[in-house]
């Protein structure tokens, strides 16, 4: 049964024990989107703001590989390479997203912890 | 024909309830193809400001402006290509294409990349108010060709550079396939001289030089390489001394596709064993090769010739009436004839060829690739030219003959299985010379060939 209190915020000192706790509904309600993905790179987790700022459904995203058949734009030394370099990783990265095909500027957070399953991309609007 | 015939009608608003869900899934996998998409493609307006990116094109512009506005793509491409901006105004037309796959190196972005940024961008103008911009990611390959271009730079560097060496290719049946500076250089011919000459055209012009190709092509052929040293010539005639290594070049499928050949210029070590050689192996008085040098190169020769089925002759020569010199006109006139004589047999020999003085007043000549036709004709020329000489002694003029004996090294083992060694070669030549002698002198005998494990004739 779902805390309704079970929250995280984008820059929480704890975030990434904390969304290994979360369910999908906590991850839903938060207000930037959660790209949870197994050790692999494969989306296992794909938010509510998420499939809103992407204009993916979480259908089609869960089960691909994220910086391979998700989103290329990230599979470079910025994101992907600091993932695979870095096994305890947390960095907020200004970057920039596509929304609606425009240009949009957005904070992300990359998280990775050697004792957490899943490892976390968090993207928040710039500005927002 | 189904259910559907006898369920009640949709109602309007589930159509275009259905009508929705069906463009959201079309959008959505318009969006996945787009954000798949390996290349940049943005929309500008008639300022350069960006309408519409795909997020390869963001990322893209995102190193070179990194956290910076990147609103206006001229803005942004004036870091790396300001000269973009002018290209695109300059282009007066309604539309029309401003470049295409133009080439931009933005150069290391960021400490934590890999490889220096190279994109091309083409960018068109498909009306006053409106361009397509399309960027292409080519670090990658871009890279691999700077590798490639840098090994086949280092490459030539060392072929070209490297006076020593040359390296070059040769077809299955000899010919020259390839050349290049390195070989240009030691040899002096052009690439468009050398082409498709046969290689024997670059050995010494000594009469040798079909044989040793033969030899390592062979090698080359039965074991995978071949090897030679010797001399080689240059255009210009001049001949320099080269260790050369042949081996076997085979295609994708182990086919044999012809012959790699690297040559150094050994010609100073050469000089240098030949300098510290020279006073052991030569003959003071004469300045030819000692009975030591004969001993010593004639054997090796002999073996050389046998194993590959060669001919080798030995031409003995002996000074004819040379103790009735001696006794009338002393020590003195009989050493300047046996150095002039010397000095004529040298003259008439090859290169190739190995001039000993082997006894008192004997000479022994060694024609390596000769039979006995040949050596009878080298015999008799060195014969003549030593009776045209005139040696001057003291208030005497001198002319002396020479007799000579030919024998050619039997090909043929004898009945032990064994060739037939320089020793029962020299003694055939010697009685041939004897021979020569018992005739009258000033003339030339050749040995009969041996008869298979008798004794020389």
Not at chain 1, 15 to 28: C, F, H, R, S
Not at chain 1, 97 to 120: C, D, K, S
Not at chain 2, 285 to 302: I, K, Q, S
Not at chain 2, 322 to 327: E, I, L, Q, S, Y
């Amino acid at each position: 049964m779902p805390t309704l209190t079970a929250s995280v915020a984008f820059d929480a000192p704890d975030a990434l024990a904390t969304l290994n706790d979360l369910d999908e509904a906590a991850l839903d309600a938060c207000a930037f989107g959660v790209i949870g993905m197994e050790p692999d790179g494969t989306v296992a987790q794909y938010n509510a703001f998420e499939q809103r700022r992407a204009g993916m459904t979480r259908e089609r995203v869960v089960g691909r590989h994220f910086f391979s058949e998700v989103a290329p734009c990230t599979n470079n030394y910025l994101v992907a390479t600091r993932y695979e370099d870095e096994p305890a990783l947390d960095a907020v990265i200004p970057y920039v997203f596509t929304l609606r095909m425009r240009p949009t500027p957005v904070e992300l957070r990359l998280l990775r912890g050697p004792g957490a399953a899943r490892m976390y991309l968090l993207v928040r609007p710039r500005g927002a | 024909v189904s259910a559907a015939a006898h369920a009640a009608p949709p109602s309007e608003v589930e159509v275009v309830v259905a009508a929705l869900a069906a463009l959201e899934r079309e959008h959505e996998a318009l969006l996945d193809f787009i954000y798949l998409c390996p290349l940049g493609i943005l929309q500008l307006d008639a300022a350069g400001t960006v309408e519409i990116a795909n997020p390869v094109a963001s990322q893209l512009l995102l190193q070179i402006a990194p956290g910076a506005d990147f609103s206006n793509f001229f803005a942004v491409m004036d870091a790396v290509d300001p000269e973009l901006r002018q290209l695109a105004d300059g282009l007066t037309a309604e539309r029309g294409t401003v470049c295409e796959a133009r080439r931009v190196d933005a150069g290391r972005r960021s400490a934590r990349a890999a490889l220096p940024l190279v994109f091309t961008v083409t960018l068109l103008k498909l009306n006053p108010d409106r361009s397509m911009a399309v960027l292409a990611d080519v670090s990658r390959s871009d890279a691999a060709e700077r590798a490639a271009r840098a090994t086949e730079e280092r490459f030539r560097a060392v072929l070209d550079g490297v006076r020593d060496y040359a390296i070059f290719s040769l077809a299955l049946d000899g010919t020259i396939e390839s050349w290049n500076r390195s070989a240009e250089r030691m040899f002096e011919f052009t690439a468009e001289e050398a082409l498709g000459l046969d290689a024997v055209a670059l050995c010494a012009p000594d009469g040798t030089g079909a044989a040793r190709m033969e030899a390592m092509l062979a090698g080359a052929r039965t074991q995978g390489w071949g090897e030679d040293d010797g001399w080689w010539r240059r255009k210009a005639r001049t001949r320099f001394w080269g260790s050369a290594v042949l081996s076997l070049a085979e295609d994708a499928e182990g086919a044999p596709r012809g012959f790699t050949v690297v040559i150094r210029d050994a010609t100073r070590r050469r000089r240098r064993e030949e300098e510290l050689e020279a006073k052991a192996y030569t003959d003071a008085l004469t300045g030819v090769g000692n009975r030591r040098y004969f001993d010593e190169v004639a054997p090796r020769e002999a073996d050389r010739a046998a194993r590959l089925r060669d001919s080798v002759c030995l031409v003995t020569l002996d000074v004819d009436h040379f103790k009735r010199v001696n006794d009338t006109h002393g020590h003195a006139a009989g050493d300047a004839v046996l150095a002039a004589v010397a000095r004529a047999v040298r003259d008439a020999a090859r290169e190739v060829d190995v001039v000993a003085r082997i006894g008192g007043e004997e000479f022994a000549v060694l024609l390596p690739s000769t039979d006995a036709g040949g050596a009878r004709a080298a015999a008799d020329r060195i014969r003549l030219a030593v009776e045209q000489l005139v040696v001057r002694t003291g208030d005497a003029a001198l002319r002396v003959t020479v007799s000579a004996g030919v024998a050619e090294l039997a090909s043929a083992p004898d009945d032990a299985g064994v060739g037939e060694g320089i020793d029962r070669l020299l003694a055939r030549a010697d009685a041939a010379l004897y021979a020569a002698k018992r005739r009258g002198r000033n003339r030339v005998v050749v040995a009969e060939a041996p008869r298979p494990g008798g004794a020389p004739a």
